[in-house]
């Protein structure tokens, strides 16, 4: 079954200190990926994708992921946190061809400590 | 270029009764998807649009329907609406059917006492 693991359901982080986001997949053929944040009361936002190519790729706010086939993850990654980066964080996998849908995972709470 | 816009954004409703939200998408995008989100099940695809037909369809009972005009604006309609139809009801708009990636609307919050 196509599936998107996020182990942790809240992390805390201090301020300035780095991050690492983890998320598993179960799917069928290499799916495409995407990290996105939500604020509270907002939609979703798009932080990164990975389609193909290089295996570590940017996003926006100084985020990166890193995608790793033989271990099905896609880990975001953020070398210091800043206090604004407090959000709900979801991976997501969806198919390559047309009418497919995103797959997401529970998500990942991240606070931040100063 | 404005975003994805969900109206409204928040709605009270009581059992029984029924509601329609509206989604406008992306100047250019032509498929619209709908998603709900809940703090126990976490975000559900409910269906997707692409040129006013419906691509593909996730696990909801037929009380969920939607529909999409020429415009690619989208609309879903909730029939008799139960306690457990609360929720964030996000729509996300892409260039074209499965064409990733999807970029979302705020959300509109449907809370039914």
């Known amino acids: 079954a196509q599936s998107v693991t996020q182990p942790d359901i809240h992390i805390t982080v201090s301020e300035g200190a780095s991050l690492e986001l983890r998320c598993n997949y179960s799917?069928?053929?290499?799916?495409?990926l995407f990290w996105y944040v939500q604020s509270p009361g907002q939609g979703l936002q798009l932080l990164l994708k990975?389609?193909?190519?290089?295996?570590l790729v940017q996003g926006i706010k100084g985020f990166e992921a890193e995608f790793k086939r033989s271990q099905s993850s896609f880990n975001l990654r953020k070398p210091s946190v800043h206090w604004s980066d407090a959000a709900e964080y979801f991976c997501?996998?969806?198919?390559?061809?047309?009418?497919?849908?995103?797959?997401f995972g529970k998500g990942t709470t991240l606070s931040v400590s100063s | 270029k404005a975003g994805v816009t969900q109206t409204p954004r928040y709605l009270i409703k009581t059992r029984g009764q029924q509601v329609t939200l509206s989604c406008s998408p992306i100047?250019?995008?032509?498929?619209v998807s709908w998603y709900q989100q809940t703090p126990g099940q976490g975000l559900q695809f409910l269906f997707e649009?692409?040129?006013?037909?419906?691509?593909n369809k996730g696990n909801f009972p037929g009380r969920f329907s939607g529909r999409q005009f020429s415009n690619s604006r989208s609309e879903m309609n909730v029939s008799t609406l139960e306690l457990g139809d609360s929720a964030l009801y996000l729509c996300?708009?892409?260039?074209?059917?499965?064409?990733?990636?999807?970029?979302f609307g705020d959300g509109t919050r449907l809370s039914i006492l």
């Open positions: 997501a996998v969806g198919a390559r061809q047309a009418g497919t849908a995103l797959i």
């Open positions: 649009y692409f040129s006013e037909t419906q691509r």
């Open positions: 799917y069928g053929a290499t799916p495409y």
């Open positions: 996300a708009s892409s260039l074209e059917a499965g064409n990733q990636p999807q970029h």
């Open positions: 990975y389609f193909s190519g290089d295996t």
């Open positions: 100047s250019g995008h032509r498929s």
